[in-house]
């Protein structure tokens, strides 16, 4: 008995569950479609206004309806009351306090008053309506003469009649009548004055005009309903004949912005929505009149700079033999001559560099380089980077620290790429960490791999981390600078870490230094969620190998 009534406990407890999650499932969705569409919200924003003013209307009117009919209800029963009133005192005149039989009287008169116009109820009907008769007599003795349900009216307004003489009094009561309530207006006066005192009530039933009132009501509420579902529809008609233009700009827009340039908006009549439509395409056309120039400019300037650096390499061919020939027989030359040779190999060597760098651009740009990937543990790519900046590093004072994992680290790259994006970070690193250690660090997780370096010299400025992959671009034009940088290593970086589908991010603090960071795919055409390593960086990692 006792696992039955857990296993209902669980069941019951994994119900409310469900109910919950759906719940919740069905608020996130309405608060998503609530935030995205601006139709849902006018439509709702307006059925709600509407429904409080409607509700307001509605009571106004109810209530001064409901006061007019009681209103009207009261003025003519007391113009009857005080009719019959009269009729029962003829009836009643010449009763004595020494009237035995006044119980007989009182009966006579009532039967007076409702044999003017019986009703089928038994009662009568006049002016105001059916209404019943009461009569009532209270001797010295506190015994009561009555005819008619005298039990049917209250006690206290019993007293106030009693006590008002010549004075019509009113007072809605409630009483059951055949086990069902039935309300009742009941009007009050006094007969006669003198003794015996008769006291006449007429209770007037506000049958008709409860049901007057609940037809009000009713016409009331289903009027208020199909307004609000008119005021629905026109609200959401009209909210649809502004927000359709505008979604059909947006998808227009997105469309465009996915490189459709020849999208355009089609312009209906002459009205706001038109003349948005005729902007946007004015807009459009002039976007798309400078993109195409942009891009004929750009092709322009990679085919300048391809056709100059294929034009350059020969005159520096030659320039290059003359050079080593005259290096070669340096020793031969006086001492100023000499140096001089030196400079010019020198000088060579980094146009040489520079010429290498264009052409990789331009190739890079025209989209005719290949990824030639292979397996390859990227510790011995990083090994092979920090040997050939190693001189430069100790020439500064630099030391190198490196953080790599212990087991191998394959992934499919090309060797080559990767050791020039490496080469040119830590050699962009050492020429901007002022002596301090710059620190290599990788990490990997099943689906990519991440190196930083991270230097602690001068860092970046706000807004530099977006230039440094321009091209060109120096955070100090007059730095000395250690690698002679062209100021395209960079943006080479950044193209061949997107060429292997990842990417290359920059981060730094003035005075605090900079870190860049490499990710990429283990696998070719593979994705990765995020990066195995942070950015900004997280604490200085362990030493591994110090390179002085």
């Avoid at 009763?95 to 009662?123: C, F, I, R």
């Avoid at 309300?183 to 006669?192: R, S």
């Avoid at 459009?284 to 034009?311: C, K, M, N, P, W």
Wanted: charged content about 25%.
């Amino acid at each position: 008995m006792t696992a039955f009534l857990e296993r209902r406990a669980r069941a019951s407890v994994a119900a409310v569950a469900r109910l919950v999650a759906a719940a919740r499932r069905r608020s996130v969705t309405f608060g998503l479609l609530w935030r995205r569409s601006l139709q849902l919200r006018v439509v709702v924003s307006t059925l709600a206004l509407g429904s409080a003013v409607i509700f307001v209307l509605g009571m106004v009117l109810q209530s001064q309806i409901t006061l007019q009919l009681v209103a009207v209800k009261e003025s003519a029963a007391s113009q009857q009351t005080r009719n019959l009133a009269q009729t029962a005192e003829r009836e009643l005149a010449g009763l004595t306090p020494t009237t035995s039989d006044l119980g007989s009287k009182l009966q006579s008169a009532l039967n007076k008053l409702t044999s003017s116009a019986p009703d089928e109820s038994g009662g009568s009907t006049g002016s105001a309506g059916a209404f019943e008769p009461v009569l009532a007599s209270h001797a010295a003795d506190g015994t009561v003469a009555k005819a008619g349900t005298y039990e049917d009216v209250p006690e206290e307004m019993r007293r106030f009649v009693r006590n008002a003489q010549g004075q019509i009094i009113g007072q809605n009561h409630t009483v059951m009548r055949d086990g069902a309530p039935v309300t009742y207006l009941i009007m009050g006066t006094t007969v006669t004055s003198s003794p015996p005192s008769v006291q006449l009530y007429m209770l007037y039933p506000l049958d008709s005009e409860q049901s007057t009132v609940n037809v009000v009501q009713n016409t009331l509420i289903v009027g208020g309903l199909v307004l609000l579902a008119l005021l629905a529809g026109i609200t959401n008609l009209v909210t649809r004949q502004v927000v359709m233009p505008v979604r059909r700009a947006a998808r227009a827009a997105e469309r465009f912005a996915d490189g459709e340039l020849d999208e355009r908006m089609v312009v209906v009549g002459e009205d706001d929505v038109a003349r948005l439509a005729q902007s946007y395409n004015e807009m459009a056309e002039s976007i798309e009149r400078q993109i195409r120039q942009l891009e004929e400019f750009g092709q322009l300037q990679r085919r300048f700079t391809s056709d100059v650096s294929h034009e350059l390499r020969t005159p520096l061919t030659t320039v290059r033999m003359a050079a080593d020939v005259l290096h070669a027989s340096r020793k031969q030359f006086p001492a100023g001559l000499a140096r001089s040779t030196e400079l010019l190999v020198d000088e060579l060597d980094r146009f040489e560099t520079l010429l290498a760098d264009l052409l990789e651009i331009s190739r890079l740009d025209a989209g005719v380089e290949e990824l030639v990937a292979d397996e390859t543990d990227l510790r011995d790519i990083v090994r092979r980077a920090v040997d050939s900046v190693r001189v430069i590093a100790r020439n500064t004072g630099t030391e190198l620290v490196l953080d790599l994992p212990d087991e191998r680290v394959v992934a499919e790259v090309e060797p080559r790429r990767i050791e020039r994006i490496l080469r040119n970070l830590l050699g962009n690193a050492v020429d901007h960490a002022d002596g301090k250690p710059v620190e290599l660090r990788m990490a990997a997780d099943d689906d990519a791999v991440a190196v930083t370096v991270r230097d602690h010299g001068v860092g970046l400025r706000p807004g530099e981390a977006e230039l440094v992959f321009n091209r060109f671009w120096r955070a100090d034009a007059s730095r000395n600078r250690q690698t002679g940088g062209t100021g395209l290593g960079l943006a080479i970086s950044l193209e061949d870490a997107r060429l292997h589908g990842g990417g290359l991010d920059a981060w730094g603090e003035p005075g605090e230094g900079a870190c860049f960071r490499l990710t990429v795919p283990r696998r070719q055409g593979g994705e990765y969620a995020r990066s195995p390593l942070p950015l900004p960086p997280a604490e200085a990692p362990v030493v591994e190998e110090a390179l002085p």
